[in-house]
């Protein structure tokens, strides 16, 4: 296979001397959502981010579409790409070769993840050959291509299965040392969440970039059942908005876009490397958010 001219690791782009903002899009169900995904992306292209991810369905469910649309959006659109890659229900055997074809395209930055456990799998079937932690992954990736740069999830209020903040926090030291770049926040809604979640790593000895995750809300129910999903709250003040805002899909996308762009300007004030924005495939508040934050 002919190997492509190699991207810039991402974690080189934290020593610029500005705040970098980047988009995650997830993979397509079918060509109707492929068309979608594809039409935000050149939507996107007006917001020059610094990189893009690709996000990898439970249980490698989305493993050729994940890489499918990485090798799209970093070809067609000439994204610096992040494709996301997880343990479940693979061996190293498989995490190498999809590896090796992302290499190969030239995709050098990879989002190495433990992953949700599917439904029809339990913990014990899931985790094959010692791959059972995003450690244990990202040990692997340096391996067998030590030029990767390796992203890392952060869970800022704890990841639901840690016991505790302190032992999730070991736990992502863990990644750190077995050769994470950087790492990449869980959504939040609280940036005293984020400040709180940063003092911690550093006083455990995690110096690496923590880059926060930001997520517009566009909904009540579905921002209820991502939060519970991965563990963060919501603010009185932000549930009290959004409930006055009623049934208006307008409205309630006013108040999330404005609860973002306040969050990510005291992000930066504070020193912030930067937002990875959680777009959901949508480039209209994307777009948006982007354009209030110039004003």
Partial sequence: MLEMTPDRPISSLFALSRPLKSVEF???????ALGQLLQTAREIQKLQPDFVSITYGAGGST????AA?????????????????????HTPADI?????????????????????????LTAATA????????????????????????????????????????????????????????????????????YRFVDACRARGITVPILPGIMPVLSLKQIRRFTE????????????????A??????????GLEWAVTQIRDLLKQGAPGYHL????RAKSALALVAALAQ
């Fill in 26 to 32: 997830f993979p397509p169900r079918d060509d109707a």
């Fill in 63 to 66: 493993r050729e579409r994940t």
């Fill in 69 to 89: 649309v990485a090798r799209q959006l970093h070809d067609e659109f000439a994204f610096l790409t992040m494709a996301h890659l997880t343990c479940v229900n």
């Fill in 96 to 120: 190498t070769a999809v590896a090796a074809a992302h290499h190969a395209a030239g995709i050098r930055n990879l989002m190495a993840l433990r992953g949700d456990v599917p439904k029809e």
């Fill in 127 to 194: 985790f094959r050959d010692g791959l059972r932690h995003a450690s244990d992954l990202v040990a692997l990736l340096k391996r067998s291509q030590p030029e990767f740069c390796l992203g890392v999830a952060g869970y800022p209020e704890r990841h639901p299965e840690a016991p505790s903040f302190d032992t999730d926090i070991a736990h992502l030291r863990r990644k750190v040392d077995a050769g994470a770049d950087f790492i990449t926040t869980q959504l939040f809604f609280d940036n005293a969440v984020y």
């Fill in 229 to 244: 999903m991965c563990g963060a709250s919501l603010p009185t003040a932000l549930v009290k908005r959004l409930e006055a």
């Fill in 246 to 255: 009623g049934d208006s899909a307008d409205a309630v996308e006013f108040v």
């Fill in 278 to 281: 959680y777009a959901l495939n």
